[in-house]
């Protein structure tokens, strides 16, 4: 009988009131398995590239130089959409938020900054730095 | 499954991996912004050509993997309470990531090798 009954187990997602300092934990997770998808895209973006125009490249005859147009490669006419690069953007927030916030928690983990005020501030820290460092980069790309 | 030893050398990895990725994740953000300003493909060979680029793209693949393993598999084992389900996505991760990883330091050696041997 007892057995059916469902209880919430350990990390309590809707049981406690949401925090600034929970949220910013959750992020960080939910950051990192975008990160993950991301970059396993990529990756077999590059691997894909590197078998198609690797092998093309061996056909061709040495030393010819042939520039082989990226427009017509799948992801890069993805990436140079409107949507494609708002995604782009976007999905590079992660990057830097997880970057932060990692740090945070390497300190965390070394002991400091365990006091309510000092987790909250250190919080606040990454979200502004991250934030900066983002449209920095952005800024400085667009540009 | 997990006892006490393999949860510390979990978090050990974890750790020392994140310090890692700190400095190659920098280097990342450069090298895919090098490779976005590129109009062919042998542009973003050139990047791999020299041996810096390919050594530390080799160690940033390696790292993030297992990152992200080590990540996702937290992660499993605090939301998914199945054991079944657990087993299946615990075993497609390591699968994947380790295809991933093969596949793609592999990649990386064989465009340097041959770029190496019949440079443009």
């Known amino acids: 009988m007892s057995n059916k009954v469902q209880r919430p187990v350990s990390p309590h997602l809707t049981v406690y009131k949401m925090q600034m300092t929970s949220l910013l934990s959750i992020l960080h997770r939910v950051s990192g398995i975008f990160l993950f998808i991301g970059l396993s895209i990529l990756l077999w973006w590059l691997i894909y590239c590197i078998h198609n125009y690797g ?14 147009d990226l427009k017509d490669d799948f992801i890069f006419s993805i990436f140079r959409t409107c949507v494609g690069k708002c995604i782009l953007i976007l999905w590079s927030y992660c990057l830097f938020y997880h970057m932060f916030a990692g740090i945070r928690h390497l300190v965390l983990d070394m002991g400091f900054g365990f006091k309510i005020k000092q987790a909250y501030l250190s919080g606040w820290a990454v979200i502004i730095f991250s934030m900066l460092v983002w449209l920095a980069v952005w800024i400085a790309l667009l540009i | 499954m997990s006892n006490s030893k393999s949860a510390s050398n979990h978090y050990i990895a974890q750790r020392l991996t994140a310090v890692l990725l700190i400095p190659i994740s920098i280097w ?19 990047y791999i050509k020299s041996p810096f680029n390919t050594i530390t793209a080799m160690i940033f693949i390696i790292t993030f993997l297992y990152h992200g393993f080590l990540g996702i598999k ?3 084992t605090d939301y998914v309470h199945c054991p079944t389900q ?6 497609s991760l390591v699968l994947f990531t380790f295809v991933s990883c093969v596949a793609g330091v592999f990649s990386i050696a064989y465009i340097y090798i041959k770029l190496r041997l019949f440079p443009f």
């Open chain 2, 28 to 46: 990342f953000i450069v090298f895919i912004f090098k490779i976005s300003q590129a109009d062919s493909a042998m542009e973003v060979f050139r």
């Open chain 2, 86 to 91: 657990k087993k299946i996505i615990m075993s």
């Open chain 2, 74 to 76: 937290e992660i499993v």
């Open chain 1, 55 to 68: 092998y093309s490249y061996i056909k061709m005859i040495y030393p010819m130089r042939v520039a082989i």
